[in-house]
């Protein structure tokens, strides 16, 4: 498949909106489910990004980048999702504004 | 032949060999397994010992030094000249002593299995009694004075062991065993005393401990023409050999050259000796080393102590060998002892005084193992006079017949104690009072033993008259040849000591039959005077089989140095074999010829003592005998007998002046001295009370002050400060979040703000 229609430019400016979009979501949100799928959309951001470039210059490199991070995503989901059951289950909740046991 | 010298030192490593087995396995062999291991490495050491006197024999009687493979080097300091090497040494007077010290230990392990049966510890005593004789060996086979010093206390160290081996006996006999075993070690102390510093005084003015070096032989000066008198020897005397040996010398050897040389000083530091007057002093020492080790004036009181011990051991330690250590050291010394007079004229005394009174105390003691341990002192007395008088030959003479049947005496002693307690044991079974006044060594319970136990009676009969002197046994020719030369001494050579110790030792040989008889009568004849007498048997075989091998050699061991001119046996057995054999390593024994008079007179005298003692010990004071002795109630005899009795107050004497004394101004030291001074003072007022000034100081203003305000003041600003910028830390993940965020965003700028400012033109 031809790939040079769409500019790099565009890939980037959306890799950056989705990025900003995850940020926010981290930054603003109180659910920790929300937050963690943030989380993940920052991560695919940045996928977006390395998939792009990698292209762009022809090198191999950021694939394989782009799996690296895939695989530590699934083990943050893994690790990130226990967390939230075993939060909810003391806490009864899964506000993280809840959370505020090392407030000095 | 010459290669058995390699095996000399196999004489201590086989006992040593015997008393780790028994050490480590001795629990789980058993008696009989345990026996067998002691008898057999005492056993082994007698045929190795027997090898070594062919070996003697085949070489022509050359004094051999045998190295100790990898560890001849004992004591090296070349720096300083010190050279003391662990060698043994073969020559006539070592082998000697090992044929002796192993034959008779041999026959007393064999007879203490039997007697020791039973025994809750037996391992631990043939293990001690394998111990006792490595370090006899040693003693007897080192060839330097430190090697023999080695030996001399492990023996010592061994009669500890032994003497109160039974420290844990009921009724207080324990607490009196090993009373007697400390004792024996204290008194020790002051005659080892007196040899280390003699020995030390002899490596000092000779540079060497060596008695020879290799390849050394024994030589007198040429100027000792007495020793060659008697031309008999004259072809096998190494007289004529070099006496000035080149490179450095064995002490007695450089001593003989010094004497002959004369003039020579010996440098102390602050003051200097003539050699002579070195020897001497020597001497002296080595003297009050042997008054410790054999029993002698002033030291004798240890030893009828030590009859604590099982009978075994004062057979072979008490009376048999260790005992004779101090006779051995001074006839291996006989070199230094034949250049001092002086030394010689205290020896003699101190020799020939103790004979008589040791066998004048004889007289007055009721055990039966005291009265062999005074006799024992008193046949000492004998061979340290000869030493005195000079006949060392005669001196070793008297050890070895009196090994043999003072053995046997010991043994037959034992014999009789196990008897009288087999039928205490009997009589308590049957239904009599247990009295617990009775005591199995109390000659007054025993009586009309002769029938009880036939062998024991007739081997005791023998060793009996061996000590009385009677011929042909063997003291006989011993004791005569010890008479005979100190009379020769007296008149030959006009010395005063010879007289003394002639006219001392004869009346020492007087008391000896009588009290010896008097012993005879208590156990053996008469009636029994008491149930565990009535009751009595025969030992087992084990026991009475050794004392006849004993017996036998009470009774022929003295055909081995027949005097010169004795008819008959003369020509059998050969003249002074005995003494020419040990004039390859004794530089100054020389044999005596027979004297008919002298001889006659002693046996007479002897059989005169026994006459006297069989008519006051008759069978009618015998029957009547209580408590008393017969001496004790005719009024002439009471008093010296309360004398004999009471041990001439020697003991009481050195209670009386010596220990309370002692004791009293140690109680004073201990209350002024440490309690007052030491405790009260020192301690309380000058330690403790500056102490607790300096604590005090040291906690109040040091500690308290400095160090833990300045601590609590750190502490107290780390909390200010934490106080101030706790607050950043909300607890809420968000604004970590943002933390991160802003902090990221910080990063990113530094590293792109060059490019920023490249971009603005800047």
Known sequence: ?104 | MENFFDLVPLVVFVPLVGLLINLFTGKHLGERGVGIVAVGASGIAFLISLLLWLAQVDTGYKPVVVDLPLFSDWISIPADGVEIPWQFRVDTLSVTMMLVVTFVGTIIHLYAVGYMHGDERFPRFFVYMNLFLVFMLILVTGNNFLMMFVGWEGVGLCSYLLIGFWFDKPGGVGWKNSDAARKAFIVNRVGDFGLVLGVLITFWTFGTLDFYKPDELPVAAPHAAEAAEEPVFAPEIPHEAEPHIEGPMGVFNQAEVWLEEGGHDVNFGMFSLSFESTITVITLLFLLGATGKSAQIPLFVWLPDAMAGPTPVSALIHAATMVTAGVYMMVRSNVFYHASDAASFVVALIGATTAIVAGFIAVGQWDIKRVLAYSTISQLGFMVAAVGVGAYAAAMFHLVTHAFFKALLFLGSGSVIHGMEHGHHHMAHGGHDHDDEFDPQDMRYMGGLRHKMPRTYWTYLFGTLALAGIIPFAGFWSKDEILLDALKAGVDDARLEGYLAFVLLVMAAAFTAFYMWRQMALVFYGKPRHAAAEHAEESSNLMVYPLIVLAFFSLVIGVINVPSGFPILGAIFGEHEFTSWLEHAVTYAHAASFNVLLASFAVVLALVAIYVARAIYNDRALETLGQQDPLELDERTEGLFAVAKAKLYWDDAYFRYLIFPYRRAAYWLAEQLDWRFWHDYVHKTVVQKNFHIATEFLTQPVDKGIIDRGFNSLGRLMQIIAQRIRVIQTGYVRTYAWTVLLGTLLVVFIILFPVIRGMLGL
Do not use: C, P
């Open chain 1, 1 to 104: 498949m031809e790939a040079s229609e769409v500019s790099i430019e565009l890939y980037v400016l959306l890799s950056a909106i989705l990025f900003i979009m995850g940020t926010m979501g981290v930054l603003l949100r109180r659910n920790a489910i929300l937050i963690f799928m943030s989380v993940e959309l920052m991560l695919n951001a940045a996928n977006l990004a390395l998939a792009a470039f990698a292209r762009q210059w022809g090198n191999g490199d950021g694939h394989v980048m782009v799996f690296f991070v895939m695989t530590v995503a699934a083990a943050e989901v893994a690790v990130g999702l226990a967390l939230i059951v075993a939060i909810f289950r003391t806490k009864k909740s899964i506000d993280i504004d809840d959370l505020h046991l090392f407030r000095g």
